[in-house]
């Protein structure tokens, strides 16, 4: 049984950093590009970033890059997304998520689409300003 979960999340003023674990359990990690996404109240669930297996490429959301920097550690079966210079639009429910469909360990294009196999149930984030 594959299991997802994150961590980490808060409340946290406007220009602070935060830093979101994610672990999986069930899955052979190391198999997998890895996802984070987030949901505000309202809003469609939106791509944040994306990590292939090997962590050697990273994709970033055009309102994010720059200031997140997604990472992993495949010996901990860990996921991670370090937040700097955070914004109250940032505010968010933040999930991880493991395998977008058909992506062989690799994102795909379409990695901000929420087409994976695998979610966490979120942690949220929340900017004050």
């Known amino acids: 049984q594959v299991q997802v979960v994150e961590s980490g999340g808060g409340l946290v003023q406007a220009g602070g950093s935060q830093r979101l674990s994610c672990t999986a359990s069930g899955l052979t990690f190391d198999d997998y590009a890895m996802g984070w996404f987030r949901q505000a109240p309202g809003k469609e669930r939106e791509g944040v970033s994306c990590i292939s297996w090997h962590g050697g490429s990273t994709y970033y959301a055009d309102s994010v890059r720059g200031r997140f920097t997604i990472s992993r550690d495949n010996a901990k079966n860990t996921l991670y997304l370090q937040m700097n210079s955070l914004k109250p639009e940032d505010t968010a429910m933040y999930y991880c998520?493991?395998?977008?469909?058909?992506?062989?360990?690799?994102?795909?294009?379409?990695?901000?689409?929420?087409?994976?196999?695998?979610w966490g149930q979120g942690t949220q984030v929340t900017v004050s300003s």
């Open positions: 998520a493991a395998d977008p469909a058909s992506a062989s360990g690799y994102c795909p294009g379409s990695w901000f689409v929420p087409e994976y196999n695998y």
